[in-house]
């Protein structure tokens, strides 16, 4: 017999009686906030195709309510190479372009050239003035180049960020021959394997991140 259900004793008219379970109000089930997700865009030169990758690799996070993401565009920024622990005013002017931005971030995307089998020399700069933005946070990898498609500038980025207590996630999106793979309107001509290649560096780099944020909630870094 159903607990909601009570029978009378038989008459001749059988009568059924509901009875109401009390109301309960139950609590919202918790949000998990979206990620802050710093895209640096390491190039600077002339003429660069970097706008493309980023471009293409921006839509793909456009559609993920995991997610909310901020372009740090190092065409846009001039950090000088000599580092100084009293910068200019004219310094401080540029770093508040971009400080503030990695400071709020929960993980990082470098999109990256191979220039002379590493990275730019801006990206270098931007990342030695800064230090305790990049910590216990994680960092993914979208490369462009030749027929290396920019790996080997990933590779050197890894160390570098390894020392600043990053965490390097593992799957990386890479173009070779970079030029020749898109469109004249910016669409890859053969979406298929680096779109799942976007989705896996994502998905991966939301688990770090989110992983990474609560653990520094409860304890903070280095403590």
Same mark, same amino acid.
């Given at each position: 017999?159903?607990?909601? =259900?009570?029978?009378?004793? #038989? *008459?001749?008219?059988?009568?059924? *009686? ?15 906030? #979206?990620? &802050? ?9 002339? @003429? ?6 980023? $471009? ?10 995991? =997610? $909310?993401?901020? %372009? ?24 508040? &372009? ?14 990256? #050239? ?12 931007? =990342? ?11 960092? @993914? ?9 920019? %790996? ?15 965490? @390097? ?29 976007? &989705? ?15 653990? &520094?909630?409860?304890? #903070?870094? @280095?403590?």
């Amino acid at each position: 017999m159903d607990d909601d =259900i009570t029978a009378s004793a #038989p *008459t001749s008219t059988p009568t059924i *009686t509901s009875v109401t379970a009390p109301t309960t109000t139950s609590a919202s089930a918790p949000t998990t906030p #979206p990620l &802050k997700v710093a895209v640096i865009l390491g190039s600077n030169r002339d @003429g660069r195709f970097g706008h493309v990758v980023a $471009d293409w690799f921006l839509a793909h996070t456009d559609g993920r309510s995991d =997610i $909310d993401t901020e %372009l740090v565009d190092l065409a846009e920024v001039d950090l000088p190479v000599a580092l100084s622990f009293q910068p200019t005013a004219g310094v401080r002017d540029e770093l508040v &372009k971009v400080s503030p931005v990695l400071a709020a971030a929960d993980a990082f995307v470098v999109i990256t #050239p191979e220039y002379n089998h590493s990275y730019p020399a801006s990206l270098k700069s931007l =990342i030695d003035w800064h230090r305790a933005e990049w910590q216990a946070k994680p960092v @993914g990898f979208v490369s462009y180049g030749g027929v290396s498609g920019g %790996l080997r500038a990933v590779e050197h980025l890894r160390t570098v960020f390894a020392e600043l207590h990053t965490v @390097g996630i593992r799957d990386t999106v890479s173009f070779h021959s970079a030029a020749a793979q898109f469109d004249d309107n910016g669409r890859h001509l053969d979406p298929a394997g680096c779109d799942a290649a976007a &989705k896996t560096l994502l998905d991966q780099l939301v688990w770090w991140g989110q992983a990474l944020r609560e653990a &520094k909630a409860a304890r #903070p870094y @280095g403590s």
